[in-house]
């Protein structure tokens, strides 16, 4: 299991997704977090620390989405 800890802190074991994809799919949201919920984690959630810079927007965002059904806006 992922905490959300381990989310924010870049601790969930899951900076890049192993299945081939096109460089164009970083810009469909859906591709991209289908991707990341077939994906393994890299190494024990909370184990260790990794930079997410490529998946970091789309983990977040989906958490953010997911916990708030109505899809408020943040500003």
């Known amino acids: 299991d992922i905490l959300v800890d381990d989310l924010l802190s870049h601790q969930d074991g899951l ?3 192993d299945q081939q994809h096109a460089i164009d ?12 919920t077939e994906q393994n984690p890299y190494w024990k959630p909370g184990s260790t620390y990794g930079y997410h810079f490529y998946t970091m927007g789309f983990l ?13 806006t943040y500003s």
């Open 15 to 17: 900076p890049y997704v």
């Open 25 to 36: 799919d970083v810009l469909d949201w859906n591709r991209m977090t289908s991707l990341l």
């Open 60 to 72: 977040v965002g989906e958490f953010i989405q997911r916990i708030d059904p109505q899809h408020c």
